[in-house]
């Protein structure tokens, strides 16, 4: 049986004053699938990463996520999707200094009042998950880029959204980090049948993909 699909972008634009980012993208996902994206520095990858994660807003086209049209969604309608839907690992990780890594893997849990039980067993899991449970009373300055990088899949998996979209997540690390980091999305993927959308500069993470599009100018193309 095909899976649905879960997401669904359709002739997006985006424009930062006079210059144009994206040129009419369009994508989609279904369950269980994973797709990279590969391309240039410049040519627009988080740009629309961001776009499909409902981090910015595209200026037209269409966006369709677990069969919501997000363009006709009230702002607490988009926070509720982004909350239990989308799970985002950020190219530059985003983690709040002042907070314990613990405190910030609860952070997306807060908007949607789960209980504090369920939220401190949802942490334990995800820190054990990705092998990081020794740091959660640690400040994330405390951890090497290794373990950052593996709390912020922890993060983005916390409330066991349906797609995870991830910004270079292999970006900052060695040939083990990466090959670590890869099994640990897999993994996720292949027990959750999340979508992975992955953008990557990585030769070897992008020949792990069911699927690779290649970004040119704010273009995307099948590889
Ligand atoms: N908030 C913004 N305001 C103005 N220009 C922006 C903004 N965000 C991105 N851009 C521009 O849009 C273009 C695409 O940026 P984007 O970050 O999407 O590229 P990328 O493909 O992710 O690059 P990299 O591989 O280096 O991460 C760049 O020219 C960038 O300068
Ligand atoms: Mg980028």
Same mark, same amino acid.
């Given at each position: 049986?095909?899976?649905?699909?879960?997401?669904?972008?359709?002739?997006?634009?985006?424009?930062?004053?006079?210059?144009?980012?994206?040129?009419?993208?369009?994508?989609?996902?279904? *369950?269980?699938?994973? =797709?990279?994206?590969?391309?240039?520095?410049?040519?627009?990858?988080?740009?629309?990463?961001?776009?499909?994660?409902?981090?910015?807003?595209?200026?037209?086209?269409? =966006?369709?996520?677990?069969?919501?049209?997000?363009?006709?969604?009230?702002?607490?309608?988009?926070? %509720?999707?982004?909350?239990?839907?989308?799970?985002?690992?950020?190219?530059?990780?985003?983690?709040?200094?002042?907070?314990?890594?613990? +405190?910030?893997?609860?952070?997306?849990?807060?908007?949607?009042?789960?209980?504090?039980? %369920?939220?401190?067993?949802?942490?334990?899991?995800?820190?054990?998950?990705?092998?990081?449970?020794? +740091?959660?009373?640690?400040?994330?300055?405390? =951890?090497?880029?290794?373990? =950052?990088?593996?709390?912020?899949?922890?993060?983005?998996?916390?409330?066991?959204?349906?797609?995870?979209?991830?910004?270079?997540?292999?970006?900052?690390?060695?040939?083990?980090?990466?090959?670590?980091?890869?099994?640990?999305?897999?993994?996720? +993927?292949?027990?959750?049948?999340? *979508?992975?959308?992955?953008?990557?500069?990585?030769?070897?993470?992008?020949?792990?993909?069911?699927?690779?599009?290649?970004?040119?100018?704010?273009?995307?193309?099948?590889?």
């Amino acid at each position: 049986m095909t899976h649905p699909k879960l997401l669904k972008a359709t002739n997006l634009t985006k424009s930062y004053g006079k210059t144009t980012i994206l040129h009419g993208v369009s994508l989609s996902v279904r *369950a269980g699938e994973f =797709l990279a994206i590969v391309g240039p520095s410049g040519s627009g990858k988080s740009t629309l990463l961001h776009i499909l994660g409902c981090v910015e807003q595209a200026d037209s086209g269409e =966006l369709e996520i677990c069969g919501k049209n997000v363009q006709k969604q009230s702002s607490a309608q988009l926070a %509720e999707l982004r909350g239990h839907e989308l799970g985002f690992v950020f190219q530059f990780f985003y983690f709040q200094p002042h907070l314990t890594v613990g +405190k910030n893997l609860e952070v997306p849990m807060m908007p949607l009042h789960t209980k504090v039980k %369920e939220r401190q067993a949802r942490i334990e899991a995800a820190a054990g998950l990705v092998g990081i449970e020794n +740091k959660l009373k640690q400040k994330p300055n405390k =951890l090497s880029g290794g373990q =950052l990088q593996r709390a912020a899949i922890a993060r983005a998996t916390i409330n066991r959204p349906k797609i995870i979209l991830a910004d270079e997540p292999t970006g900052n690390l060695d040939g083990e980090n990466t090959r670590r980091t890869m099994e640990l999305l897999l993994e996720i +993927k292949n027990s959750q049948n999340t *979508a992975l959308i992955i953008v990557t500069h990585d030769d070897t993470v992008a020949e792990m993909a069911d699927r690779v599009l290649r970004m040119e100018d704010g273009r995307l193309q099948a590889c």
